[in-house]
């Protein structure tokens, strides 16, 4: 397909944060802003044969628009654009990737696209400058070529110099007419600080908020010998919650957040408007009582725009309308009220206690906003609130009354002041009192703590000495049990083994007395009865005498003879076995 058939573009902006009446609006003319929001390549350009656009769904690149162009411009019988050289190894024009090279050839363009070394042997050609770089705006022989990235635009004019946009894309042109310019390449998602529009109107902290940026692109001509700059295109930037008011002859239409261009030179910019809430803190101008004394007061204003084309039709700002009706219903609350319930207190708040300056307070915040509030919607703007911060009387009588008050405030300040002195001194000895009576308390449950540490400290010592003497009892008692225990057990093997050599002895004597018994000869018996003598005279004492015998002639001298060596003999014995 040929490069003359219209390329669409991105659609307009979303309008989702504009209210619904400003999109909608009567003076809402689609056929008065042709040229607003128009991110399109016009069917006047786009139909043009020898202009293709970088559509990037059939043109990707400038290499496929140079193509297309060459075939274009050989079908117009001009002549062919892409140079038929060859490359060769070395010499000649060295051309890189990324580059362009340019012949000329009778005044028209030849491009060398591919990398390479070429030779210029025609005597009809001639390389024009350097090579180009594909990534940059070139012009050169009538041959215009650029391309921008998605959130680039470039402001271009045509040959009739009408104003075209080219977003997120590139063309190629040769005008056989004219030449097409590009005038400036526009970064649309940051136009600049240097392009911000801030409120008229500063907040109550003195900062002013960016409402949007608004850049214009200016094309210098020549007007004779003269040079001047016309504006050709107007970009836009709106935050969300914000709106940007274009005005073409009668007609108004509001732009929602995002970014806007206008190439209709009958559309002008009317202003920046945000849909958030703000608040102005100002004083009005004299409003006079029933006397006739002159009173400022200082309020506070909360309000939002919610119909930016009704403001825009008659005031810059929100504050600006809604000024006068301020000062309108202030004048027509006051006109009604006394100067005496301005001085019930020095401030709204009450630096003295007293409610009755509530009762002028309520009544002018109901009907002053009910008032300013039917005012301000008649211009798209809704007042949220309208507090009352301060007051001041003007004039002579209004200074006299002023200096009657401050006296007056004065003396029940002093008074205020005197009283809060005697309490304050009253709390400063009650204070001390208690703690006096604090530290008496303390002395007290110190000594009630020593008292109880004291005796607590006896009572452990006593019990410790009490469990002492237990366990040295208990001691004793158990040693003494063990003494008398091993007594007794000695004592009772005493016993067992004297009754065991009781009945040894018994039997033995038992044995002697059956073997004694069992003896039948004399002389067995007779040795049994010298045996016993023996030992009973074994018995008596070593040094003991004897008178033994009672038998005659050699029969006793025998006997006795025998008893002597007997008894020598159970000596001997006796000594030996005590021995």
Request: charged share 25%; with cysteine.
């Amino acid at each position: 397909m040929s490069g003359k058939q219209p390329v669409s573009a991105e659609p307009s902006l979303a309008r989702t944060l504009v209210p619904k009446e400003d999109l909608n609006s009567a003076d809402d003319d689609s056929d008065a802003f042709d040229g607003t929001d128009d991110w399109t390549i016009p069917d006047r350009v786009a139909k043009q044969d020898y202009f293709v656009f970088i559509d990037h769904r059939q043109i990707h690149s400038l290499l496929d628009a140079f193509l297309r162009l060459d075939h274009n411009m050989q079908g117009g019988k001009i002549g062919h654009l892409i140079s038929r050289k060859r490359s060769h190894a070395w010499g000649g024009r060295e051309i890189n990737v990324g580059q362009l090279g340019i012949l000329s050839y009778k005044g028209r363009p030849i491009v060398v696209t591919k990398p390479g070394n070429y030779w210029n042997w025609s005597w009809t050609h001639s390389w024009l400058g350097p090579n180009l770089d594909l990534t940059a705006v070139n012009e050169v022989n009538g041959l215009t070529f650029a391309q921008v990235g998605q959130s680039e635009a470039m402001v271009c004019l045509d040959p009739q110099n009408q104003v075209f946009i080219v977003r997120n894309g590139g063309f190629a042109a040769y005008g056989s007419n004219g030449t097409y310019k590009v005038v400036e390449i526009v970064d649309t998602l940051n136009l600049g600080e240097e392009y911000a529009i801030r409120e008229s109107d500063t907040d109550n902290d003195g900062t002013t908020r960016v409402l949007g940026y608004k850049k214009e692109i200016r094309h210098r001509v020549s007007v004779g010998s003269n040079q001047k700059h016309v504006t050709i295109a107007t970009f836009f930037n709106v935050p969300a919650q914000n709106t940007v008011v274009i005005q073409n002859a009668g007609h108004l239409k509001a732009f929602g957040a995002g970014q806007h261009v206008i190439t209709n030179p009958r559309c002008t910019f009317r202003g920046f408007f945000t849909f958030g809430e703000r608040q102005k803190a100002f004083r009005t101008q004299p409003a006079y009582t029933l006397e006739g004394v002159p009173v400022v007061l200082h309020v506070n204003l909360r309000y939002r725009v919610v119909n930016a084309i009704e403001l825009t039709k008659s005031y810059e700002s929100a504050f600006q309308a809604l000024k006068n009706p301020a000062q309108s219903a202030v004048n027509a609350v006051v006109s009604r009220l006394s100067y005496q319930q301005f001085m019930r207190a020095k401030n709204i708040g009450g630096d003295i206690p007293d409610v009755e300056h509530m009762s002028w307070l309520e009544a002018f915040k109901s009907e002053c906003l009910r008032s300013l509030a039917e005012h301000a919607l008649e211009y798209g703007v809704q007042v949220l609130a309208f507090d009352v911060l301060d007051r001041r009387l003007e004039g002579k009588l209004g200074d006299d009354l002023e200096d009657q008050a401050e006296s007056v405030l004065k003396n029940q300040m002093q008074a205020t002041q005197i009283s809060l002195q005697n309490k304050i001194k009253t709390e400063t000895e009650r204070g001390r009192l208690e703690v006096a009576n604090v530290r008496a308390q303390q002395v007290e449950v110190d000594a009630n703590a020593d008292y109880f540490r004291t005796s607590k400290e006896a009572d452990a010592k006593y019990y410790q000495q009490l469990k002492e003497a237990d366990a040295e009892a208990e001691k004793l008692r158990r040693i003494a049990q063990a003494q008398a225990d091993s007594n007794k057990i000695e004592t009772e093997q005493k016993v067992r083994a004297t009754e065991q050599l009781a009945e040894a002895e018994q039997k033995r004597i038992m044995l002697e007395g059956q073997g004694y018994a069992s003896v039948t000869s004399p002389h067995g018996q007779r040795m049994q009865l010298e045996k016993v003598e023996k030992e009973k005279f074994g018995s008596l004492p070593e040094k003991a005498t004897v008178f033994v015998g009672q038998g005659q002639g050699d029969a006793g001298v025998t006997d006795g003879y025998k008893f002597a060596q007997g008894m020598s003999m159970g000596g001997v014995a006796a000594r030996e076995s005590r021995s």
